[in-house]
């Protein structure tokens, strides 16, 4: 979605994006040069292996469950909750089920 399609108004997170099996789906909903805003969905069992990043992150889940590690260290993030990403830090998640993510990637 281009910048330019987004509508204001309220809306409902995990309706903006749909799953498909056996894969991710992503749609970049903002971005800027010192950070973005990307909602994904994840069929059950896909991941985003380890990496690093220059941005500071927040994770939101909007439908579902994930496992996310930081720093090697596992946490379970379910619907309605969030998580922060240190920027530098090692990072990786899995799906636990089906699950809808927002990200929110701000440069410090």
């Given at each position: 979605?281009?910048?330019s399609e987004l509508k204001t108004g ?80 090692p990072h990786g998640l899995v799906a ?13």
């Amino acid at each position: 979605m281009e910048n330019s399609e987004l509508k204001t108004g309220a809306t409902v997170l995990k309706d903006q994006i749909e799953y498909q099996n056996g894969t991710i789906v992503s749609k970049q909903l903002i971005k800027k040069q010192n950070g973005n805003v990307t909602i994904f969905a994840f069929s059950k069992d896909e991941n985003l292996s380890e990496h690093t990043s220059p941005f500071e992150a927040m994770v939101f889940i909007a439908d579902g469950e994930m496992e996310i590690k930081i720093g090697g260290v596992p946490h379970t993030v379910k619907k309605d909750e969030m998580i922060m990403l240190p920027a530098g830090v090692p990072h990786g998640l899995v799906a636990l089920t089906d699950a809808k993510m927002m990200l929110i990637m701000i440069k410090g």
